[in-house]
């Protein structure tokens, strides 16, 4: 059996990032109940896919944006945590988990025609983090650590 105490940090980033996950899906699903009782209220259909409510938008855009995301930062920080270090994997993971709790705040709450510039402040630290695990990894791989 493998001891799991050194790898703590990343399993509770990886932990808490699934759990963040399953919060933007819950509201997606809060936006969408919102969204049929006020179109019904007003009469109208509610058109989950095609009718391009901007509230709909964002919630979805806040958790694929999380999804597209999932594979890569998941592997890297494992891969960073094994071949280089737990403590450094936990702290960028914590980097990167703030970063993505910050997209939709920053975001907002709707979108508009394009994306607001602010979300370039939770972007481009998740980017980061993803080269820093890159690089230690890479660097691992090929002896140069």
Known sequence: MIDATPYQGPILVTGAYILLYYLFQIR??????????????????FDRYFGQDRFMLAADRTQLNMLEHMPPFLLLMWLHAVFVSPLSASVAGGVYLVARIGHPILMGSRLGRG?????LIATVPGYLVIVYLLAGVAGAAFGLL
């Open 28 to 45: 997606i699903n809060r936006v969408k109940s919102r969204l049929r009782r006020e179109y019904a209220g007003r009469g109208e259909k």
């Open 115 to 119: 994306i607001r510039l602010a979300v």
